[in-house]
């Protein structure tokens, strides 16, 4: 059961390179999310997605985007990294139902930005 | 807006002993759902428990339960015989639902530390 998949595990960037977090999840879920979490923080909704070919923003979107061509891909995008981006990276998926909204997690990314 | 507060940084807790990780919760919603997540020292997040507000009894997992007050808004989870794996950070969230999304709001967590 391979569940929420994200690539790479670790990454270490310099500022103002850009980069591709990987998300796939195989579990058929309309619902996928990216966050962020910086040390000692909790969760941070970056962006969403509702469905292949629907994003929206979350809590802290810029200098991230995101697309949706298939229901398995979320990918998320950092152009020109900043030391600010410096965080663990989350992706989570659910299949939104109308009483419960359980949400499954990959393993992250820990991305260094330097 | 929904808003979710976890008041403790950290727990300490003896093996094989109870103890309860507090959270409250805001909101307008008469309908909404509450989760309680662990993240292990490895990273990963793991959900543990729901609560559904219309749901007449607390929800138990295992060893896992939340003590829901609802007029009081809280959503306390409770770990019984506390072993040394439930070290890690435990972080509340609640479901933030509209015509066009679904999302989970989250508190700042709550570091739990089992001691032999």
């Known amino acids: 059961n391979a569940g929420v998949t994200q690539t790479p595990k670790f990454r270490i960037l310099k500022i103002g390179q850009s980069m591709t977090l990987q998300c796939t999840q195989d579990?058929?879920?309309?619902?996928m999310y990216w966050y962020r979490q910086d040390p000692g923080m909790g969760l941070k909704l970056i962006y969403y997605s509702v469905g292949a070919g629907i994003t929206d923003k979350g809590e802290v979107p810029n200098g991230y985007n995101v697309s949706r061509s298939t229901t398995e891909d979320f990918p998320l995008r950092l152009e020109l990294a900043a030391p600010s981006q410096t965080s663990v990276y989350f992706c989570a998926s659910t299949r939104a139902l109308r009483d419960k909204n359980i949400q499954y997690f990959g393993a992250g990314t820990r991305l260094s930005v330097l | 807006a929904q808003k979710i507060t976890q008041t403790q940084p950290g727990m300490f807790v003896q093996e094989k002993e109870a103890v309860t990780l507090d959270c409250t919760y805001d909101?307008?919603?008469?309908?909404?759902?509450l989760f309680w997540y662990k993240q292990p020292s490895s990273g990963e997040m793991i959900f543990l428990i729901y609560q559904g507000s219309y749901d007449q009894q607390n929800a138990t997992e295992g060893r896992y339960s939340l003590n829901f007050q609802k007029a009081r808004k809280s959503a306390n989870l409770v770990i019984s015989a506390s072993q040394l794996g439930d070290s890690a950070m435990y972080f509340c969230a609640m479901r933030e639902r509209t015509y066009n999304t679904d999302k989970l709001i989250f508190g700042t967590g709550t570091r739990l530390q089992v001691f032999p």
């Open positions: 909101t307008s919603d008469p309908s909404y759902g």
């Open positions: 579990m058929n879920h309309n619902y």
